[in-house]
């Protein structure tokens, strides 16, 4: 017998988060210490993550990765990367995958550098958590360039909020795509799609990968974001119908249920 999926109800399709990680985030203040020493991202990001990473994509969900060879276009170059929000552990391993051999960083909510332990650690992993104030975010930026000068590759979710196994791209504005605009980089998206396996009921994702896009350099800074954010949510939005399988349907509620 067929097993129906999971249904989630939302309200807002910009603010509803349904990651579960009940997390108090801290405060993001011109203290936080955006820059973690070499040995300690090589040892956490290279030796004990990234192995970790290839074993879970690939026992738990079968992971293949479709035209990673569009990023030999940006070779030798820092990038920005966009992707969909649909899974709280593989959204955080995907990215390394994908851009290898090329270091990731990751910009993210406080949340991720907040949950007890593991959030001293995912700085080192690449976690560049969003400001909470005016010297933070002279701090961040410093952060963010520093990447962008060594050639990295800058993950960004438009979507901010985690809704588990989503088969839609939803709606994301233009102001992440101010990074780009700025530093003059390349733009490359991800999006990960669950389709059905061979064996087994549970799903297989597969990472398709478009780009690299370029503004036109003869707009203004706020044409070129919202052209950017423009061809990035087209792309998504055509590769998330390759979607197979829905393990949980997302329906909006109505009226004050």
């Known amino acids: 017998m067929k097993k129906e999926p999971k249904v ?64 030999r276009r940006a070779k030798g170059q820092p990038y920005f990367m966009y992707g969909n929000h649909t899974h709280f552990l593989a959204d955080a391993l995907v990215p390394t995958l994908v851009n290898l051999p090329k270091a990731v ?21 690449g976690a560049l958590p969003l400001p909470d104030d005016g010297e933070a975010a002279k701090n961040f930026m410093r952060a963010v360039k520093r990447r962008v000068e060594r050639r990295e590759c800058i993950m960004i979710y438009p979507e901010a909020h985690i809704w588990p196994y989503y088969t839609d791209i939803r709606p994301f504005g233009e102001l992440s795509f101010r990074y ?16 059905k396996r061979k064996f087994g009921r549970k799903p297989k994702m597969v990472t398709y990968i478009d780009g690299p896009f370029y503004p036109d350099g003869t707009l203004s800074a706020k044409e070129q974001k919202k052209q950017l954010r423009e061809m990035v949510y087209g792309k998504m939005k055509e590769r998330a119908k390759n979607n197979e399988v829905v393990c949980i349907r997302y329906e909006k509620t109505k009226g004050n249920e």
């Open 8 to 71: 989630i109800y939302y309200r807002d399709e910009l603010e509803d988060e349904f990651s579960g990680d009940d997390i108090t985030p801290k405060t993001i203040d011109k203290n936080y210490r955006y820059e973690r020493s070499a040995l300690s991202r090589l040892f956490w990001y290279r030796i004990v993550a990234l192995p970790l990473a290839f074993l879970y994509m690939k026992l738990y969900f079968h992971h293949k990765i479709v035209n990673k060879k569009a990023l």
């Open 105 to 125: 960083s990751v910009i993210v909510n406080a949340n991720n550098v907040s949950i007890p332990y593991l959030g001293r650690i995912t700085p080192s992993l």
């Open 180 to 195: 780009p605009v700025n530093f003059h980089t390349p733009v490359f998206c991800l999006t990960n799609t669950y389709q």
